[in-house]
């Protein structure tokens, strides 16, 4: 029987250093609300439910997807070139939002996560376009997708 779903997703912790609390959060509600709620198949397959391991190798996003069981069933190498400006830009507009949250007036922290809020949307899209040949997945899966990719990338 067929359950397009992940039930457990890790991330290869070995390039972290260290996170800072409001990044640690990030993985934490990232995580939680994937797991409470995705859709995750491979292309061309039945199957599932889904472990999966994020790892970044040889400047390459790697998706290892095991079964229930642990058993490998696929690893997706996916270039991340295309995705540098955009983890950089949501990096500039974070950073900018937790400064916000601190002192600014309600109006101005709604106007900045906004813009959060569209890098989000158009990572989503651009990862959903680039696991097509691999996988189906929702656009709030690739959304919390994206920001464990953007996880792997802080480096202290």
Known sequence: MSDPRITEITLDERTVLRRSPDIEHERKVAIYDLLQQNRFALAGEEGGPFRIRLGIEGGQL?????????????????????FRRIIKDYFVVCETYYDAIKT??????????MGRRSLHDEAAEMLQERLAPYADLD????????????????RG
Do not use: N, Q
């Not at 790697?62 to 295309?82: C, K, Q, S, Y």
């Not at 007036?105 to 900045?112: G, L, M, Q, Y």
């Open 62 to 82: 790697v998706i290892d997807v095991a079964d229930e069981a642990g058993a490998a069933l696929r690893r997706i190498p996916l270039a991340l070139t295309p």
């Open 139 to 154: 656009r709030d899966t690739a959304r919390r997708l994206f920001t464990l990719i953007c996880v792997l990338h802080v």
């Open 104 to 113: 600014d007036s309600p109006s101005k922290i709604e106007a900045i996560d």
